[in-house]
């Protein structure tokens, strides 16, 4: 299984980024998906994740309302559409596959992991 991400860039505060991570391998539908993300000198953090069938969805406080998380398993793909972004979103974005359908927040309950895409915020 390998995971691509793509889609980071250099924004400014208020813009929009849409993330994809592209999964090869099959069964992708079959298991939970998330995104996490590392700032400069942080330890890595949970963003937002989604359940095998994309009908249930969790969000970190930081990025509610803004962040949206969103899956397509005929494509192999999930997104991470991003607005209203802010400097303290600045990081590298990784997604990851769970073990199983459902999606929690621990990062050891994912066992792949994308090489991430850089998101910077700076006005």
């Avoid at 359940?51 to 803004?66: C, E, F, I, L, P």
């Amino acid at each position: 299984v390998q995971l691509v991400e793509s889609g980071g860039g250099s924004v400014r505060p208020g813009d929009s980024l849409r993330l994809s991570c592209v999964a090869s391998g099959a069964f992708f539908s079959s298991y939970g998906m998330a995104w996490f993300r590392q700032a400069p000198g942080k330890e890595r953090e949970f963003v937002a994740t989604i359940s095998w069938s994309g009908g249930a969805t969790n969000y970190a406080d930081s990025v509610q309302g803004r962040f949206s998380i969103f899956r397509e398993n005929h494509k192999n793909t999930m997104y991470l559409q991003m607005n209203s972004l802010k400097p303290e979103d600045t990081a590298v974005y990784y997604c990851a596959r769970a073990r199983t359908i459902r999606a929690p927040v621990d990062q050891a309950e994912y066992d792949y992991w994308g090489q991430g895409t850089r998101v910077t915020v700076s006005s």
